[in-house]
């Protein structure tokens, strides 16, 4: 964390500097579980909703390595709970892809703005792919039997306005995309560029500092094997599926 600090002190554009896939810090903070450096970089005006190469988001990271306190965090700071990858894969699409991920899994489904309906490029819900995975598909009718018990809304859409049941989630995504002519593009364009219209990629002079930032918080013992995932993989989110034919 001190390293962090000194860095950003120096430096603040660093917090939203990217290695070579397009991850940034937070992308890392996110999937190693760092919940303190989380609030830190997000305290310090990281990008909540930076993609990397693959179209992965912070809350992807964070979805895909079971870190649901990370993802309460997120949420907290207004990260989009259905986001979605290049491939389709929203944040439960991840999270249902492995057996150890309940945690996060009913985190998620507890949220009333979350829509399950959403599918990937292979056509499969998240509920889909965590019926082969694991018993936690079992999560997935406990939120139906509630949506049964009290129609159109969760335990706390009555004092939350902004919360939707999952048909009224699908119809508003889908008049999203009608009403912009491409949701990728422009949410990426706002990513990749600054008011100037150039694009942030990361340089030469700052490429060292990311290294510097990034090494304060791959600390995790499992750090390796999940960077190794991560850089190794043209489109790592569809890792679980492929395994799961």
């Keep these: 964390m001190d390293i962090a600090k000194s860095l950003l002190d120096e430096d603040p554009s660093l917090v939203n500097s990217r290695d070579s896939d397009l991850y940034t810090p937070l992308h890392r903070a996110c999937y190693n579980g760092h919940t303190d450096m989380v609030k830190f970089l997000l305290n310090h005006n990281a990008d909540i909703a930076a993609r990397t190469e ?25 990260a989009d709970i259905n986001a979605r990858t290049n491939s389709g894969q929203t944040p439960l699409h991840l999270a249902a892809s ?12 507890s949220n009333c703005n979350l829509n399950t309906e959403l599918r990937n490029s292979l056509g499969e819900t998240a509920e889909d792919i965590c019926a082969r995975t694991s018993e936690h598909h079992k999560l997935f009718d406990e939120r139906k039997k509630h949506q049964q018990n009290y129609p159109g809304n969760m335990d706390h859409q009555e004092h939350n306005p902004g919360c939707m049941d999952d048909k009224s989630a699908s119809q508003e995504h889908q008049g999203n995309e009608r009403g912009n002519d491409s949701c990728t593009n422009s949410t990426e364009t706002s990513i990749n560029e600054d008011p100037n219209g ?3 990629n990361l340089s030469d002079n700052v490429a060292q500092g990311f290294e510097d930032l990034s090494v304060s918080m791959d600390t995790n013992e499992n750090d390796d094997e999940s960077q190794d995932q991560l850089e190794n993989c043209q489109d790592p989110d ?6 799961n034919p």
């Design 54 to 78: 693959d179209g992965w988001y912070p809350i992807h990271s964070a979805a895909r390595w079971n870190q649901a306190p990370v993802i309460s965090i997120l949420l907290e700071h207004g």
């Design 238 to 243: 569809l890792i679980a599926m492929d395994e």
């Design 198 to 200: 150039e694009v942030l």
């Design 98 to 109: 492995e057996k150890e991920n309940g945690e996060t899994i009913s985190l998620l489904l």
